[in-house]
């Protein structure tokens, strides 16, 4: 069996089976395009519903105004789910099915939480690289002033972890960037876009490319909250959302790039959970010039185990009627088939 490439992807073994393809009168690249534009306006604009539609009393406190939040996106994800399936040409409107297309899938669920989990952290090497520079940093000061490892330190310090992991269990914020907004997002810009991209007729290059500018302006909401943060100039306000763009389109392309290779919807989440939680990678520090030589060493280990990382071998059984989403097993057999 051949190895999968983007020239050739293998989402045709999922439209193989579609009842309605674009040149039998079924899902056609303008209703991709309306659809997902509309589902990014929707993601965005329901935002505002409790205040400008729903008529409510301003939110009193953050915590209050952040689930109020948290509730709008998880129904504009609910209502992009049910709006992108109605329009998907599946040969069934089966649940089972259709969540399949969607990569909710139970099976190699370990596979597609850690591999690209690892992949995505090699990125990193500099800021992991940093950190222990700070925590050796912090031992060596310790043990200047006479102090020693005893069960204590490592009682006390087991106890400070625990402490820190219990207060940020209850920052309303630290759910914002590490679960809700990495759920919901991944669910309405990768779930439901890239399928109706792809059985649109839309080539996989371009859906990397495109998907990612629908998240990135779903994005140009926090203009106005920068903006006041930066005393209404708005020149350091347009460079700091700039800034911002650039990084959700390269990172909604590496997320729809782990989407389609492995048809899951765990490694794009669990992609955007770990870059929300670790921010922009540390390329170089004045502490030492090793974290530059991490960073770049991480950044070539990246790019040269992106594809073998992301096999799709490594998330679908070598079955018959496999259940992805882009009918892996059934592309493969078709091509194999062709080359006899």
């Not at 099915?97 to 969607?102: G, H, Q």
């Not at 090699?122 to 031992?139: E, H």
């Not at 991209?197 to 495109?210: E, F, N, Q, R």
Request: charged fraction near 10%; include cysteine; charge should be positive.
């Amino acid at each position: 069996m051949q190895s999968w490439s983007l020239s050739r992807p293998p989402f045709l073994g999922f439209m193989s089976h579609s009842i309605a393809m674009e040149e039998e009168g079924g899902l056609s690249k303008s209703l991709a395009m309306i659809a997902c534009m509309s589902m990014a306006l929707l993601y965005v604009a329901i935002l505002y519903a409790p205040t400008l539609v729903l008529r409510l009393p301003p939110p009193s406190s953050l915590n209050n105004y952040m689930v109020r939040r948290f509730i709008c996106a998880i129904v504009s994800s609910i209502l992009s789910l049910f709006v992108s399936a109605l329009i998907l040409p599946v040969r069934t409107r089966e649940a089972a099915y259709v969540f399949t297309a969607y990569g909710l899938r139970a099976d190699h669920i370990w596979q597609a939480a850690t591999i690209p989990l690892f992949l995505t952290s090699l990125m990193y090497a500099g800021s992991i690289f940093l950190k222990y520079l700070l925590l050796l940093d912090s031992w060596r000061q310790y043990r200047s002033s006479g102090g020693s490892l005893t069960f204590n330190l490592c009682k006390n310090a087991l106890l400070r972890f625990l402490d820190c992991f219990l207060t940020t269990l209850s920052n309303v914020l630290a759910w914002r960037a590490c679960v809700v907004a990495p759920m919901t997002e991944e669910l309405v810009f990768r779930a439901c876009m890239i399928p109706l991209l792809l059985c649109g007729g839309l080539k996989v290059y371009s859906v990397i490319l495109l998907c990612p500018i629908f998240f990135s302006l779903a994005h140009l909401n926090h203009f106005m909250e920068i903006y006041s943060k930066q005393n209404y100039n708005i020149v350091k306000a347009s460079q700091i959302i700039g800034l911002q763009l650039g990084y959700t389109v390269v990172f909604g392309s590496y997320a729809s790039f782990l989407f389609i290779r492995t048809g899951h919807i765990i490694p794009p989440v669990v992609a955007h959970m770990y870059c929300n939680f670790m921010g922009l990678p540390a390329l170089f520090s004045p502490r030492s010039g090793l974290v530059s030589v991490a960073a770049v060493m991480g950044l070539l280990a990246f790019f040269y185990l992106l594809f073998p990382a992301t096999s799709p071998d490594l998330y679908n059984d070598i079955i018959d009627n496999c259940s992805c989403w882009h009918g892996y097993c059934s592309w493969g057999q078709e091509i194999a088939k062709s080359e006899l």
